[in-house]
């Protein structure tokens, strides 16, 4: 079984910032990447940011420049470090993992507020 445990939520004002930290534990040997959606009301869940075990990254268009994913591949914890937080950026955040082309775990969100 494998669990992905989030962490750093919160409530911020517009222009500051928050990090946010997702630990993977249990029989998962290999991870070939990591990444961090997200779902706000109303909408589709989005992927905001992913990053390979080579540490090749990509982010959504509305992020770039503002936040910034990193991993500790021997921790088996992916990071998203959000800078210049705006009110459109309040959702639930997700942490994923995948082992080949999908992501194919999930961990439980994690919410972030961010108030104008």
């Known amino acids: 079984q494998v669990q992905l445990v989030e962490s750093g939520g919160g409530l911020v004002q517009a222009g500051g910032s928050l990090r946010l930290s997702c630990a993977a534990s249990?029989?998962?040997?290999?991870?070939?990447?990591m990444g961090w959606y997200r779902q706000a009301p109303g909408k589709q869940r989005e992927l905001v940011a992913g990053?390979?075990?080579?540490?090749?990254?990509n982010y959504a268009d509305s992020v770039k420049g503002r936040f910034t994913i990193s991993r500790d591949n021997a921790k088996k914890t992916v990071y998203l470090q959000m800078n210049s937080l705006k009110p459109e950026d309040t959702a639930v955040y997700y942490c994923?993992?995948?082992?080949?082309?999908?992501?194919?775990?999930w961990g439980q969100g994690t919410q972030v507020t961010v108030s104008s």
């Open positions: 994923a993992v995948r082992r080949g082309n999908q992501y194919d775990y």
């Open positions: 249990g029989s998962i040997f290999i991870i070939n990447g």
């Open positions: 990053i390979t075990s080579a540490g090749i990254t």
